[in-house]
């Protein structure tokens, strides 16, 4: 039990290098988040997420970025986000948001993911206004 | 001891669909709405979240989400020589239980009906010659018309978001979608939802022959939504758990997703659960309803509950049920061909052919309620009956529409029931067949009716509603028709394995799911001889009183039912809001 959540931390905190690479490779680009473009994207997911701190189907996403996963008080979250070790910042978000359970296996959330990496940065800087 | 409870403007019997369209009208027009539910509210429960979502043993195998047979069924007999016995475990349709009502657990296919379908009667006459209709045929005109739902119809693919593709907007036949549409103001809502193997398999075939195949007008959401009352819909992920399940990615269009919440915040607005309606109060002589007697299921408590307006916005049988029992009315009488409550009661019909095909991998685990391929060319009066001895007829569609694993196996003839052989079976053709299907209009016929069992009770001891009703002469023809065409589309697949097209058997089998789609028993019309509703679904005998649902269908069409009835519901919360405003027959 202990060993596999070793084990898993250390897989994420390698994801989370390797998400950090991406990111810096994005920057380099010109990949810079638009929120008022990620206010858009935020349609996607506006029908399960509230912006206002209600808890809906899924968890609100007023304070998400910061936050650590699985801890919106009231939510019924599955074990396997309860479990994930995650704190949302702009790089576990944008793992996340690009394949939703590569990054949490077994998570509850009904989304096959954004593949487009425009739209995610522009959506994780909207979620950055939500505080 | 009945406690008699204050007043309310409006009550509606059942929360479903017809209620919270109906109750949008009436609350933005500032009139009070109460609606009285049996059931509970699904929205937090194991059925609207995953992974319990995807029990496909609870919530359809073992009906979760449905009426419970135990409490309340429907007795069934063929002919009125026979007595009729309860049906113990209904298949044949899936009427639902809670806030929602059966919208909670729908496949989301919403069509207009054709626009010929409210003047039925008018439209046959003058194709084919008064002769044309057989005697035991009592197709009647619905006293209204397309042009007049057609508002209502714009409304409610808004509201409910619709995805499709637009076949005739304004008069204008465009490719791609249905030529036989009525006229629409312009495109759906969304953009279709996505083909699935199966459904351009058969668009390829059907296109061969000449046809124009379309995808159907679907109630899940092909992209993130948000409607005119800024209520929101996800984007479908295509589970394959649509029918008779809680759509836990808000992606069906429901009212527990976009109507009940919003009505909830309304201070007009009371929606009591758990609230089984037994009975409604008649003033015979002022022809009025004066209110709805109900039992609270948890304490057992009965009420009275007094109303300005009712509104009967329940199941079919539910609806056809409170007038009989109640006594408003006259009953119909298929002797003398008279009386009016329980007439026109129809079902619709199903067959199909399944094909096997090796090298395709039709993957049908990827799925919407709606992803469904079809063609209008055999549907209802889209073709020239002369010389065909029947009326009416049936889209044909490829309906992918899940790959559940206790109901999704399409196993070859001759495949062994069990054992090894049959395993094997499976693995090799689960991905790799799809089926051409049918829904077929059927029309009344004058011994098939809905009335009171003599000897059955449900367990409020009210007696249950006993179905007369067989296949008739014209939908066997039908079936046989249309069986033809799904051959010659087969054929034109050319698939490794084929099945005969099957035809309807009598006599009619409530153990089979067939379409689910029941029509009639309180039917809708301009004369009060012919129909127990006026055409704005006001009764007749109690002129506070509305009926609102599938049971105002005086005939079943081609299409799934939904379209229409929203439609209707939404024009009648309009008209209960003037009625409120001025009591008088409209």
């Known amino acids: 039990m202990r060993a596999d959540s070793m084990r898993m931390e250390f897989k994420i905190a390698l994801a989370g290098i390797v998400g950090a690479i991406a990111v810096a490779f994005a920057a380099r680009g010109a990949t810079t988040a638009d929120a008022v473009a990620g206010r858009a994207v935020f349609e996607q997911c506006a029908a399960c997420h509230s912006i206002d701190g209600n808890t809906g189907v899924g968890p609100t996403l007023r304070g998400v970025v910061g936050r650590k996963a699985g801890t919106v008080p009231g939510f019924r979250y599955s074990r396997a986000m309860k479990s994930a070790t995650l704190a949302w910042d702009e790089k576990t978000l944008d793992g996340y948001l690009a394949d939703p359970q590569k990054v949490v296996p077994g998570n509850l959330m009904p989304f096959s993911g954004l593949p487009d990496e425009k739209q995610r940065a522009d959506l994780i800087g909207y979620l950055a206004t939500l505080q | ?586």
Not at chain 2, 101 to 113: P, V
Not at chain 2, 277 to 304: I, N, P
Not at chain 2, 400 to 423: C, F, N, V
Not at chain 2, 525 to 544: C, E, I, M, Y
């Open chain 2, 1 to 586: 001891m009945i406690k008699t409870l204050p007043n309310k403007t409006v009550v509606i019997v059942g929360g479903g669909l017809t209620a919270g369209l109906a109750a949008r009208q009436l609350t933005s027009k500032g009139v009070e709405v109460l609606v009285l539910e049996r059931g509970v509210d699904h929205t937090k429960g194991a059925e609207a979240k995953l992974p319990t979502q995807r029990d496909e043993l609870r919530w359809d195998t073992h009906q979760g989400l449905m009426q419970d047979w135990s409490v309340e069924t429907y007795t069934l007999r063929h002919a009125r020589s026979e007595t009729a016995l309860p049906v113990r475990w209904m298949e044949a349709f899936l009427p639902g239980e809670g806030l929602g009502g059966a919208a909670n657990h729908w496949n989301g296919l919403t069509w207009r009906w054709s626009n010929y379908d409210p003047q039925l009667r008018t439209r046959n006459e003058q194709r084919y010659g008064k002769a044309a209709i057989p005697k035991e045929m009592p197709l009647q005109d619905w006293g209204t018309s397309y042009a007049e739902m057609r508002p209502y119809h714009e409304l409610f693919e808004k509201l409910f978001g619709l995805s499709g593709k637009a076949g005739n907007v304004r008069g204008t036949i465009l490719a791609g979608g249905n030529p036989f549409e009525g006229p629409r103001d312009g495109e759906y809502p969304q953009r279709p939802l996505e083909y699935t193997e199966a459904g351009l398999t058969f668009k390829a075939a059907a296109e061969s022959l000449g046809y124009k195949p379309f995808p159907s007008p679907a109630a899940n959401s092909s992209g993130a939504y948000t409607n005119l009352d800024g209520q929101k819909l996800g984007a479908c992920q295509y589970c394959g758990h649509c029918e008779r399940f809680i759509c836990e990615a808000q992606a069906k269009a429901t009212p527990q997703v976009l109507l009940y919440p919003m009505l909830k915040q309304r201070k007009n607005f009371e929606v009591r659960l758990n609230c089984h309606v037994v009975g409604l109060t008649y003033d015979r002589v002022g022809k009025r309803v004066t209110g709805v007697r109900y039992v609270d299921r948890l304490t057992g408590q009965e009420y009275e509950q007094p109303a300005d307006v009712v509104m009967l916005g329940a199941f079919t049988m539910s609806n056809t049920r409170l007038l009989l029992t109640n006594k408003i009315g006259k009953p119909y009488d298929p002797v003398s061909q008279t009386g009016v409550v329980g007439k026109n009661f129809c079902y619709q019909l199903g067959g199909g052919v399944t094909l096997f095909m090796k090298d395709k991998w039709f993957n049908p685990f990827l799925a919407a309620g709606s992803t469904q391929t079809a063609i209008d060319e055999f549907n209802n009066d889209n073709f020239d009956h002369t010389g065909l001895g029947f009326l009416g007829g049936a889209g044909i569609f490829a309906a992918m529409y899940h790959g559940r694993p206790i109901g999704g196996r399409r196993l070859p003839p001759g495949t062994p029931r069990w054992g090894s052989a049959w395993k094997k079976a499976n693995a090799d053709w689960y991905a790799h067949s799809m089926n051409v299907g049918m829904q077929g209009s059927c029309y009344p016929h004058v011994e098939n009716y809905l009335d009171l069992d003599p000897t059955y009770t449900d367990a409020y001891g009210l007696p249950l509603i006993r179905m007369n009703f067989d296949w008739r002469d014209n939908e066997l023809k039908i079936s046989r028709y249309i069986a033809v065409k799904q051959a010659e589309i087969a054929k034109a697949i050319n698939a490794d394995i084929a099945t005969p097209a099957s035809t309807l058997q009598t006599p009619f089998d409530a153990r089979n799911y067939q379409t689910s789609h029941i029509t009639g028993g309180t039917i809708m019309g301009a004369d009060p001889k012919t129909s127990v509703v006026s055409p704005h679904l006001q009764h007749w005998d109690a002129h506070n009183l509305f009926v609102v649902g599938a049971s105002v269908y005086a005939h079943n069409s081609g299409y799934n039912p939904t379209g229409p009835l929203a439609a209707l519901a939404l024009r009648a919360g309009d008209d209960m809001a003037s009625y409120v405003e001025r009591p008088r027959m409209l």
